[in-house]
């Protein structure tokens, strides 16, 4: 079997999904960064993005997370972000009248945010 | 029918009315109470986590953050009072109102100028009521809180935290919220938010004796204790509301309660008095037939004569 890591998603008020994975990929401010199993432990600040989740059953879990943390420690991952969606549960349409919306006001908050959802949904 | 037998009855009939509201609202307030603790609880990992980290980069290195370094000579704190909106329960509200004044009591003692943030319309009532100054309050979401209502909350406090005492901000933060115990039992309790002191931090995630492993922080210490601090304060403060709530409607199911129960109680008097007015009515018609029966007898007996 090969070695496994066990994922932890969760939103503030919510455990969004958990499960044991593969490798993780999540974006920091500093860049994206990819955790596999045995990685030294790390505590790092997410940017809103996509994170990519390889279960160990070879599926592929993909998440839109605003804004959290990383942390990894006893093959423990941790993403904790203050909202995360997995890509399944985004409904595109709802989000592209959003991301329109939010270009009409000037919203470049809420733009960012759809455009992040929409990323998350293209890639499961 | 008396005139007494006819306002026992009107009185039943409405004493009846409230009992049905009462015992209406206590159904309510119990599955919101249930709904408000599974909501405490599916918060409670990110909170765990949250701590965790925080404790893991405290301990892990050392940097100094206004955040969690106390000030040596602190002259202003601020208070953040978590009541309800509305009342109806029990001493909810004065409960967590009074332990928040005697919380300004003991500081001001100390010789600090205390500033108060209100959330719910109880409280913020009771203190533009006594005219006193109020820094700012949120009200409209105490029955159920979201998160992002403790970030409102939480970004003028995080502001005022950050800025130097000279221009108007704190040296402290102290929450008085109400602890969700059990069904029966719910506490107003204080507790300082910030600076946060990690011993007490560890101790709360039971991490105290464990030792935790030396991270590789992404980008660095700092960065990540400055956005972690925040987002530590989020979350306490919407645990504070989500237990506030969850107390609130635990408090308004035993009001409601024991509203519920006396009523019942006064129906039954009610009915006792009822039931002698209508007899003492029949004793006296009773009474009165027998009178003027034998008030005629007397008065054939007498014209026989």
Partial sequence: ?124 | MGAQLRVYKRRIRSVTATKKITKAMEMIAASRVVKAQRKVAASTPYAQELTRAVTAVGTGSNTKHPLTTEAENPTRAAVLLLTSDRGLAGAFNSNAIKAAEQLTERLEREGRQVDTYIVGRRGLAHYNFRERKVAESFTGFTDEPSYADAKQVAAPLIEAIEKDTADGGVDELHIVYTEFVSMMTQTAVDSRLLPLSLDEVAEESGTKDEILPLYDFEPSAEDVLDALLPRYVESRIYNALLQSAASKHAATRRAMKSATDNAGELINTLSRLANAARQAEITQEISEIVGGASALADATAGSDN
């Fill in chain 1, 1 to 124: 079997m090969a070695a496994e890591l066990h994922v932890a998603l969760v939103a503030a008020d919510r455990e969004v999904w958990s499960g044991e994975a593969t490798l993780v990929v999540a974006r920091t401010t500093s860049g994206d960064i990819g955790v596999m199993p045995g990685h030294q432990p790390l505590l790092g600040v997410l940017e809103s993005g996509p994170v990519t989740i390889r279960t160990s059953d070879g599926g592929t879990v993909v998440a839109a997370v605003h804004g959290g943390f990383i942390s990894f420690a006893d093959n423990k991952l941790s993403l904790l972000a203050e909202t995360a969606e997995l890509a399944d549960e985004i409904d595109v349409h709802h989000v592209e009248r959003e991301l329109e919306r939010a270009k009409a006001e000037g919203d470049a908050h809420a733009e960012r945010r759809a455009d992040v959802r929409l990323r998350a949904a293209a890639g499961r």
